[in-house]
């Protein structure tokens, strides 16, 4: 009895850990941080129709507001508001201008927009960046409705003022970030110095996931986050905190920003998918003043996976897609 008595002692001072190790905590729960999700995720499906440039129809995802209190997709910062916008096979709209800023993605369709005297012509993937004041015009030239993601923000009084348009093909840029975050595969469509802190087109590989993580703590209720959207048909889900949601496409979610509620990415289809990241305008911004240096393509030191070569720079300046004259009537 003495003897397997002994043994199991023996035996568990085996498997006892030599110093104490802390196990690995997870992130406090959704209801633990007392933070409801669903606040910071906005679908355009759910949303009211309205009409601006006479005839695009817009369907607001997410609208500023405060993101303790307020009601859903009502987070971004004063004088942000991200849309829908669709315009209808063959409508024009009119020669429009805002005191706006206005940053366009191009989901799907076929068309053009115009200044009164130059044309860019759009398509899938291609990004165009009206500067405030500016006088633009759509045309659908397709048999398909135009679906463009418009997001509007009041320009900071330092930042520089752009005085064109401005139109990128995304297909033409290389890749900034190779699987950061395990799975953010990265191009960058608009830079800081146009007066935002970024506007990404991120993809992912069928069945991965992103790693989640969370954004650092800023207690100012109007502040806004990040916003990520979802641009193609795919099978996606959005993890906030301790919860998932389904994530169809021309929905989004913003990113909490209180440093306890991760957020992550999961593609569960067979495609690879395709996500619009946009990190807030109109707030101060040395890299959008007048005098401010090329924007910096990269994290300093880069990210793990993040790529930093001349020639990938190279092609955020390549990818610029000139006006042609606009033919007369």
């Known amino acids: 009895m003495r003897a397997k008595f002994s043994l199991v002692v023996a035996l568990l001072a085996i498997a006892a850990p030599v110093s104490a190790q802390p196990y690995p905590v997870e992130p406090p729960s959704n209801e633990d941080a007392g933070i409801s999700i669903d606040r ?3 679908n355009a499906a759910n949303s009211p129709t309205k009409i601006s440039h006479g005839t695009l129809y817009t369907q607001r995802i997410f ?4 993101k303790t209190t307020g009601s859903a997709g009502s ?3 004063p004088g942000q508001q991200t849309d829908l916008a669709t315009v209808m096979p063959r409508d024009v709209t009119s020669l429009f201008t805002t005191s706006k800023q206005l940053i366009f993605y191009v989901e799907s369709g076929k068309g053009r927009i115009d200044d009164g005297k130059q044309f860019w012509d759009l398509s899938s993937g291609i990004g165009v960046l009206v500067p405030a004041n500016l006088a633009h015009r759509f045309s659908n030239t397709g048999d398909e409705p ?3 993601i418009m997001y509007s923000f ?3 009084s330092g930042a520089r003022m752009m005085k064109d348009i401005v139109v990128r093909d995304s297909h033409k840029l290389q890749m900034i970030e190779n699987n950061v975050h395990w799975q953010h595969n ?3 469509l608009f830079g800081s110095e146009f007066g935002v802190g970024r506007v990404l087109v991120i993809t992912f590989g069928p069945m991965t996931i992103a790693g989640p993580h969370a954004s650092p703590d800023n207690p100012d209720p109007k502040s806004g986050g990040v916003q990520w959207i979802n641009v193609s048909d795919s099978q996606m889900l959005m993890q906030l905190g301790s919860e998932i949601r389904r994530w169809p496409i021309n929905t989004g979610f913003v990113t909490p920003q209180n440093g306890k509620t991760v957020h992550g990415r999961i593609n569960v289809g067979d495609t690879i998918a395709t996500t619009l990241f946009i990190s807030g305008g109109g707030l101060p911004n040395p890299a959008a003043a007048a005098d ?3 924007p910096a393509f990269w994290h300093d030191p880069p990210l793990k996976g993040e790529m930093a070569t001349p020639t990938i720079a190279k092609s955020y ?8 004259p606009l033919p007369k009537p």
């Open 186 to 188: 990265t191009k960058l």
């Open 75 to 77: 987070v971004l910062a």
């Open 40 to 42: 910071y995720i906005g």
């Open 146 to 148: 135009l679906k463009m």
């Open 154 to 156: 009041t320009p900071w």
């Open 292 to 294: 401010a240096p090329p």
């Open 63 to 66: 609208g500023e507001g405060d």
């Open 317 to 324: 300046y390549e990818a610029l897609v000139p006006g042609r």
